[in-house]
């Protein structure tokens, strides 16, 4: 039984409120079954005041989102010197600008979309790029304001520019890449299985496809080939090191297979805060590796520190 107060900080003020107070109770129960004391913190703006004062040995973060999963809660974990889970203040703050973590992921050799990012005003009646394409906001995360543009599609979405937007003013317009989609999880500097994660439904692996129960099927491990799985598994540790991540990671994938079995492999992104709630991806893999929820969050607890 550890004697470890552990605050996990939860909620915030992102689109992904929700999913973190999933996510941290989730979490917060699994730690007071594994004997550590247990203080669940619904994060707002006097965040540094309410640690100052409660002063754990631990922060278990479970914030997901702007101000959670992108450096900015981190620096203030650093200030206070009190030590943390999941990935430090550089490494949170790059994986989550999609164009910057591209650049860095390209760079180390992992295969990206082609992609460019201009601002939402820019949107006119014609295509940024050829359709099909996918219009992404540069710095959010659970698929919120993801559009798809289909190849027949008249004109770019009009929903981009206009006041009903609220995800930034700078938009990455990326190639649509077919196929399925794969993710790979990383603990520490190991990765974890492949997942396939199949959408039920005729949509994308949106918000409700991630969270909502039975909104999509997640096959572990992924049926394909032993090449293109360990494939996968090494692309995902590449970008967990390349970012500087810490702790847990999980990066996505586009595997286009329909003309042949190698087909082409393209990383999405890399996500430094993944969902830890019933339904979320990374608890599965650690299961198909033999960690238990209980095993996972603590050995998250006892790998965590300052200076990540």
């Not at 002063?55 to 999963?69: I, K, M, Q, S, T």
């Not at 990935?87 to 295969?111: E, H």
């Not at 929903?159 to 990383?186: A, D, F, H, K, N």
Request: charged share 20%; aromatic share 8%.
């Amino acid at each position: 039984m550890s004697g470890k107060h552990v605050a996990v900080l939860m909620g915030g003020f992102s689109s992904e409120r929700p999913v973190s107070l999933s996510s941290g109770n989730a979490c917060a129960d699994a730690l007071e079954g594994e004997g550590y004391k247990v203080t669940r913190v619904d994060v707002d703006r006097n965040v540094t005041a309410v640690l100052a004062e409660l002063r754990p040995d631990v922060c278990f973060n479970a914030l997901h989102g702007p101000y959670g999963e992108d450096g900015t809660i981190q620096g203030i974990l650093e200030y206070l010197e009190i030590p943390y889970t999941h990935s430090g203040v550089l490494a949170s703050s790059l994986s989550m600008d999609k164009q910057q973590a591209k650049l860095v992921a390209k760079a180390a050799g992992i295969p990206v979309a082609e992609a460019k990012v201009l601002s939402r005003f820019e949107f006119g009646n014609t295509h940024p790029i050829k359709p099909p394409y996918v219009v992404k906001p540069v710095r959010e995360g659970s698929s919120f304001g993801v559009v798809i543009v289909k190849e027949n599609q008249a004109h770019p979405p009009q929903v981009i520019g206009s006041s009903e937007w609220r995800y930034g003013e700078e938009v990455m317009v990326e190639r649509y890449v077919y196929g399925r989609e794969l993710t790979c999880g990383v603990m520490g500097n190991v990765a974890l299985g492949v997942t396939e994660v199949v959408p039920n439904g005729d949509t994308f692996y949106d918000y409700d496809a991630k969270y909502a129960a039975g909104g999509s099927t997640h096959v572990i491990p992924a049926r394909i080939s032993p090449n293109i799985y360990q494939k996968i598994q090494s692309l995902a540790l590449k970008a967990h090191q390349a970012m500087g991540c810490r702790g847990v990671s999980r990066s996505d994938f586009r595997y286009d297979d329909r003309f042949s079995e190698n087909g082409e492999v393209i990383w999405l992104e890399v996500n430094t805060q993944p969902g830890m709630t019933p339904t979320s991806l990374v608890p599965e893999m650690a299961a198909h590796a033999g960690h238990s929820f209980g095993d996972l969050v603590r050995w998250m607890v006892e790998d965590a520190s300052c200076s990540r």
